[in-house]
């Protein structure tokens, strides 16, 4: 399997699991979300190639939603935090759809 794919897959099962605790209010559920949308990453399936641009736009609304998502893991009745991480992940995860 591509690494496109394997990144793709991640991400649909951190999906999976971030929609649940998000509604259910289960931050803890989203640390195991956290660690499928950060696997890519760290296996090097998702690595930036020199012919295309920095994806500054998705690093960017990935950095504002785990401040969101780290907000909501202290205050966990933040209904604030917890929505705004959910929505603003979401825009993460469109913008970086076509970086690989």
Known sequence: MDKKKLTLICVAIAGL??????????PLYGLIAAFFDWLPLFTGW?????????????ITLTT???IFFIIWL???????????FIMIWFLAVLSGGDIN
């Open 17 to 26: 699991i971030f929609l649940p605790a998000t509604i259910l209010n289960k």
């Open 46 to 58: 998702m690595r930036f190639s020199e012919t295309h641009r920095v994806p500054v736009l998705h």
């Open 64 to 66: 504002i939603a785990y």
């Open 74 to 84: 202290f205050v966990p009745y933040s209904n604030f935090a917890r929505f705004s």
